[in-house]
Nanobody, 122 residues
Framework: VQLQASGGGLVQAGESLTLSCATS????????MGWYRQNPGKQRELVAS???????TYADSVKGRFTISRDNAKNTVYLQMNSLEPEDTAVYLC?????????????????WGQGTQVTVSS
């Protein structure tokens, strides 16, 4: 199973970005998908998550500005980020609970993508 994140970049404060994370491999199903962010020397923090039925959670710092969504047919999760602030600068990593073929058995495991850099200038 691989999670491939894309969509990061350098933007100015107030602008928008959309991140995507596509999951590939021998997949039976995907439960919760989420986005985390991390800066050097700081703990990784949950930005937003979405369950298989579409229920969502957000960090207080992004509520009202970020929207998480998923396309189950494409095994892809998105993060629409509006009104970006310099404090949003971080490496954004996608995460998913995936039931996939592992050592010839369907197994539920947690997977991480490689991360994509988001930099917001003031």
């Amino acid at each position: 199973v691989q999670l491939q994140a894309s969509g990061g970049g350098l933007v100015q404060a107030g602008e928008s970005l959309t991140l995507s994370c596509a999951t590939s491999g021998s997949i039976l199903g995907i439960n919760t998908m989420g986005w985390y962010r991390q800066n050097p020397g700081k703990q990784r923090e949950l930005v937003a998550s979405i369950g298989s039925g579409g229920s969502t959670t957000y960090a207080d710092s992004v509520k009202g500005r970020f929207t998480i969504s998923r396309d189950n047919a494409k095994n892809t999760v998105y993060l629409q980020m509006n009104s970006l602030e310099p404090e949003d600068t971080a490496v954004y990593l996608c995460n998913a609970d995936v039931t996939a073929l592992y050592e010839r058995r369907w197994t539920l495991r947690n997977y991480w993508g490689q991360g994509t850099q988001v930099t917001v200038s003031s």
